[in-house]
């Protein structure tokens, strides 16, 4: 059987980013060991229900996980290794936020077991940071930045672009600062307008306005130009890496692998006789904790997947990678014929505009297709 990966929601944060519509939360005092105890509850229900499997990958994310205890996080991780098959160099990362609190518990959590770290940095510009509501300085984003560098063998950070007057040469020079420390993985997120979000009240009044489509493109081409200066290539849409330091665990989602979630509002997707099941636990942390202690789990819905559904998701998922699709994979994960998941015409076209390319058996989107997968995925697909 394929390794699956295992996600991790840890829920809470010490304040909630104005851009931000994950499931996070703020909460002034957490129940440290009351938490642990709960996720090692959730995890062993799945366990006991999926069997032995190959494990690919440990992901802690949020939320803000390096707020958790790392005694936490070393729980966690014993308890998947003895509960799955896990290869020695299994790939465990943590998401972390670069204030000095939590950077000084980066070397316990590499203790506890973490061998990647994901930081939040999200921007090297003062202003930038406010704006965006983060409760960190570019002085602290660049100690957590050369401390995770200096305790973590694989390192990764996050940043935001096309935020409100950002100028192509600001961004550039932004990203080399930022590379020039930790040029190992880089994951790039267009700064959005999500529903609920505060960002989206201020911008209903007309207090925010974001680059136009053309002014983030040139962002966007940027970024690869300035990666590609310290080896990283882009591998996925908004994901830059040097050869062999990409995302094992994202990899799974993208090339639609099988995963357990655990957590306040985790999914899963996990391939059971034929069948591909997709779960959904409560959101809400308090409900989460009492319905994990109750029945040993918080799961609010689970559902078979129907064939096309199946197609559609690997579709979505598997063309935001460079390395594209293989229609063998997803007629063996939908049970579909590949010419079956896709419309012909709108297929011809998208490879006449060079926006779509076969290339050694797969269909990869082009660079020009990449910037254009939000508006040609709904009308590829079946």
């Given at each position: 059987?394929?390794?699956?990966?295992?996600?991790?929601?840890?829920?809470?944060?010490?304040?909630?980013?104005?851009?931000?519509?994950?499931?996070?939360?703020?909460?002034?005092?957490?129940?440290?060991?009351?938490?642990?105890?709960?996720?090692?509850?959730?995890?062993?229900?799945?366990?006991?229900?999926?069997?032995?499997?190959?494990?690919?990958?440990?992901?802690?994310?949020?939320?803000?996980?390096?707020?958790?205890?790392?005694?936490?996080?070393?729980?966690?991780?014993?308890?998947?290794?003895?509960?799955?098959?896990?290869?020695?160099?299994?790939?465990?990362?943590?998401?972390?936020?670069?204030?000095?609190?939590?950077?000084?518990?980066?070397?316990?959590?590499?203790?506890?077991?973490?061998?990647?770290?994901?930081?939040?940095?999200?921007?090297?510009?003062?202003?930038?940071?406010?704006?965006?509501?983060?409760?960190?300085?570019?002085?602290?984003?660049?100690?957590?930045?050369?401390?995770?560098?200096?305790?973590?063998?694989?390192?990764?950070?996050?940043?935001?672009?096309?935020?409100?007057?950002?100028?192509?040469?600001?961004?550039?020079?932004?990203?080399?600062?930022?590379?020039?420390?930790?040029?190992?993985?880089?994951?790039?997120?267009?700064?959005?307008?999500?529903?609920?979000?505060?960002?989206?009240?201020?911008?209903?009044?007309?207090?925010?306005?974001?680059p136009d489509d053309d002014a983030a493109a040139r962002l966007y081409g940027a970024t690869a130009e300035e990666a590609a200066r310290f080896g990283l290539l882009p591998y996925e849409v908004s994901n830059y890496a040097r050869p062999g330091a990409e995302s094992r665990h994202n990899l799974?989602?993208?090339?639609?692998?099988?995963?357990?979630?655990?957590?306040?509002?985790?999914?899963?997707?996990?391939?059971?006789?034929?069948?591909?099941?997709?779960?959904?636990?409560?959101?809400?942390?308090?409900?989460?904790?009492?319905?994990?202690?109750?029945?040993?789990?918080?799961?609010?819905?689970?559902?078979?997947?129907?064939?096309?559904?199946?197609?559609?998701?690997?579709?979505?998922?598997?063309?935001?990678?460079?390395?594209?699709?293989?229609?063998?994979?997803?007629?063996?994960?939908?049970?579909?014929?590949?010419?079956?998941?896709?419309?012909?015409?709108?297929?011809?076209?998208?490879?006449?505009?060079?926006?779509?390319?076969?290339?050694?058996?797969?269909?990869?989107?082009?660079?020009?297709?990449?910037?254009?997968?939000?508006?040609?995925?709904?009308?590829?697909?079946?």
């Amino acid at each position: 059987m394929e390794p699956l990966a295992l996600y991790i929601h840890w829920p809470f944060c010490r304040a909630k980013c104005p851009y931000c519509d994950f499931n996070s939360h703020v909460r002034e005092r957490v129940d440290q060991a009351g938490w642990r105890h709960a996720l090692l509850t959730e995890l062993r229900y799945e366990a006991a229900r999926t069997g032995r499997r190959p494990l690919a990958s440990i992901f802690f994310g949020g939320g803000t996980p390096s707020l958790m205890d790392p005694e936490t996080a070393g729980a966690l991780i014993a308890e998947a290794r003895a509960l799955f098959d896990a290869p020695a160099d299994l790939e465990i990362t943590l998401e972390a936020n670069p204030t000095s609190v939590e950077a000084a518990k980066l070397a316990d959590f590499h203790a506890a077991g973490v061998n990647r770290l994901s930081l939040g940095i999200q921007a090297l510009d003062g202003a930038a940071l406010q704006f965006l509501g983060r409760q960190h300085d570019a002085a602290q984003a660049i100690a957590a930045l050369e401390t995770g560098r200096a305790i973590f063998p694989r390192l990764s950070f996050d940043l935001i672009y096309a935020r409100p007057g950002q100028t192509e040469a600001a961004w550039r020079a932004e990203l080399r600062r930022a590379l020039d420390i930790a040029a190992d993985h880089l994951s790039l997120y267009q700064l959005t307008i999500e529903p609920g979000t505060r960002f989206a009240t201020l911008h209903a009044r007309g207090e925010i306005a974001l680059p136009d489509d053309d002014a983030a493109a040139r962002l966007y081409g940027a970024t690869a130009e300035e990666a590609a200066r310290f080896g990283l290539l882009p591998y996925e849409v908004s994901n830059y890496a040097r050869p062999g330091a990409e995302s094992r665990h994202n990899l799974v989602y993208w090339r639609y692998g099988d995963y357990l979630g655990i957590g306040p509002g985790a999914h899963q997707r996990l391939l059971v006789d034929g069948a591909l099941i997709a779960v959904r636990r409560h959101r809400a942390p308090e409900e989460w904790f009492a319905r994990v202690a109750r029945d040993g789990h918080a799961i609010v819905e689970e559902t078979a997947l129907a064939p096309e559904d199946r197609a559609r998701e690997a579709l979505l998922m598997g063309l935001r990678l460079t390395e594209g699709i293989d229609p063998a994979r997803i007629t063996a994960r939908s049970g579909l014929p590949f010419a079956a998941c896709i419309d012909p015409t709108m297929l011809t076209a998208c490879l006449d505009e060079d926006y779509l390319v076969w290339r050694e058996g797969r269909l990869c989107a082009t660079e020009e297709g990449r910037l254009r997968l939000d508006a040609m995925l709904p009308v590829l697909l079946r």
